[in-house]
C-alpha cells in the first residue's frame, strides 16, 4: 500500500507526498525481540533515571513506567513533573550523546532552565487536560503551538519529533511518534522532513491507517498500543536496513 497526499500549503510545492507501507510481510510475532536489538544504549544507570521508581530495565520498561506517570500526573493540579520530563527526554534521546547532553545535562545542571521546564510542564499539562487529539488539525495545531513549548527540549522550532514524543505519552492512542527514522521506513529521505509540517500532516493519518490496515496482525505483548507497536515494527525495518546497507560497505 502507498499513500500519496498533495500538500496544499505553498505554491511552490505541488507534489504529492507518497507514504509506503513496508508491514505487509513483518513479522509480527518477533516484534518485541526484534525491537529489543536496537536499544543496546539504553542504560538502566542512567543519572536522568535516577529518580524513576521502580528503576527501569530496558526500553520498554521505561516506556511503560512513562505512559502510567503521564496518565497520573497530567490529571493532576501541578502537571507533569520534572522528573518524568527527564526521563521521557532521555526515552527519547539515549541513542544521541550529544543531543543528551544539550537537554538533559543542561536541564539538570542549569537552575534557571529547570525552573522554565517547571512552569513550562504545568501549563502544557493544563492545555492537554482541555483539548482534543482525535483529528488530524487538532493535532498538528497543538504541536505548532510554540507558546506551550518554551522551555529546554521542545522549544526548537525543530523540535516536532521530541514534541510528538511527549504528546504520544499523553495521547498514546491519538499521536504517533513523528521522527527520521519511521519516516525512512516508509520512504520518505528528504532532508528535514521530520522538521516540515507538511510531512507530519501527511505522517499522523498514514500512522493511523497503518493501525487499521494491520490491526488484526498486531500482537499482544505489553502497555504498547497499535500507534506504538506500529512505531516499533517500524524502527525495526529502519534498523534492518541500515544493518543490510553498513554489510554491503564492507
Known amino acids: 500500500m502507498t499513500t500519496a497526499l498533495s500538500s496544499p500549503h505553498t505554491s511552490l510545492d505541488v507534489s504529492p507526498i507518497r507514504l509506503e507501507d513496508p508491514l505487509p510481510s513483518f513479522a509480527w510475532p518477533s516484534l518485541a525481540n526484534e525491537y529489543d536489538k ?3 544504549r539504553f542504560s538502566s544507570s542512567s543519572p536522568y533515571l535516577a529518580r524513576i521508581s521502580p528503576n527501569p530495565h530496558s526500553d520498554r ?6 505512559l ?3 496518565a497520573e500526573e497530567i490529571a493532576s493540579e501541578n502537571g507533569l513533573t520534572f522528573d518524568t520530563y527527564l526521563a521521557m527526554l532521555y526515552w527519547k534521546l539515549y541513542s544521541q550523546g550529544a543531543a543528551i547532553a544539550n537537554t538533559c545535562k543542561v536541564l539538570v545542571e542549569n537552575s534557571q532552565e529547570k525552573g522554565c521546564a517547571l512552569v513550562g510542564l504545568r501549563q502544557l499539562s493544563s492545555r492537554l487536560r ?8 487538532d493535532v498538528v495545531d497543538l504541536i505548532q503551538d510554540d507558546r506551550l513549548y518554551c522551555f529546554r527540549g521542545m522549544k526548537s522550532k525543530d523540535a516536532f519529533p521530541v514534541r ?6 499523553a ?3 491519538e499521536v504517533p511518534i513523528f521522527d527520521k527514522q519511521v519516516l525512512l521506513a516508509i520512504g520518505i529521505a528528504e532532508r528535514h522532513a521530520n522538521h516540515d509540517v507538511r510531512y507530519l500532516r501527511a505522517y499522523i493519518p498514514h500512522a493511523r491507517s497503518l493501525t487499521k490496515e494491520h490491526a488484526q496482525m498486531l500482537p499482544n505483548i505489553g502497555p504498547e498500543k497499535a500507534l506504538r507497536l506500529i512505531d516499533m515494527a517500524l524502527w525495526v525495518i529502519r534498523g534492518k536496513r541500515r544493518k543490510e546497507t553498513n554489510r554491503c560497505r564492507i
Open 38 to 40: 536496537y536499544c543496546e
Open 61 to 66: 520498561d521505561l516506556y511503560r513506567i512513562l
Open 68 to 70: 502510567n506517570r503521564f
Open 130 to 137: 482541555s483539548v482534543s487529539t482525535e483529528r488530524l488539525e
Open 164 to 169: 510528538t514524543t511527549f504528546l504520544h505519552f
Open 171 to 173: 495521547r498514546p492512542e
